[in-house]
């Protein structure tokens, strides 16, 4: 049999309370993205558990890159308010006029005979 061991609490002596878990902290990772394709610039910033924030620029690098810092305030001031975008609600589709189709029992198979060579 397995001991159980009881403790008791005498008087004058308190129970320490169980350490509650630490909130999360938000971080502060960030990664921003320039992707350049002729005169087109994407830039992105993202955070982990927050959703990418993106932003088409014409032109050089150069005016790509004085967009950066504002983009990651807009990208910060989003997050700080709704960090990841709003789950969907999608109708059920309706279902398929086409019956579904059921695999063909098929019959158990007998082995073949060998064919004599001799």
């Given at each position: 049999?397995?001991?159980?061991e009881?403790?008791?609490n005498?008087?004058?002596?308190?129970?320490?309370?169980?350490?509650?878990?630490?909130?999360?902290?938000p971080?502060?990772?960030?990664?921003?993205?320039?992707?350049?394709?002729?005169?087109?610039?994407?830039l992105?910033?993202?955070s982990?558990?927050?959703?990418?924030?993106?932003?088409?620029?014409?032109g050089?690098?150069?005016?790509?890159?004085?967009?950066?810092?504002?983009?990651?305030?807009?990208?910060?001031?989003?997050w700080?308010?709704?960090?990841?975008?709003?789950?969907?609600?999608?109708?059920?589709?309706?279902?398929s006029?086409?019956?579904?189709?059921?695999?063909?029992?098929?019959?158990?198979?007998?082995?073949?005979?060998?064919?004599?060579?001799f």
């Amino acid at each position: 049999m397995a001991e159980v061991e009881e403790t008791q609490n005498t008087e004058g002596e308190e129970a320490e309370p169980e350490a509650a878990p630490e909130p999360t902290k938000p971080t502060n990772q960030m990664k921003v993205v320039i992707v350049i394709q002729d005169a087109n610039i994407l830039l992105g910033v993202q955070s982990p558990d927050c959703d990418p924030v993106y932003k088409t620029v014409k032109g050089t690098l150069a005016i790509a890159l004085k967009q950066v810092p504002l983009l990651v305030k807009e990208a910060k001031e989003k997050w700080a308010t709704a960090p990841l975008y709003p789950k969907a609600d999608l109708p059920e589709p309706p279902p398929s006029k086409v019956p579904a189709r059921t695999p063909v029992a098929s019959k158990p198979s007998t082995p073949k005979a060998q064919p004599s060579f001799f």
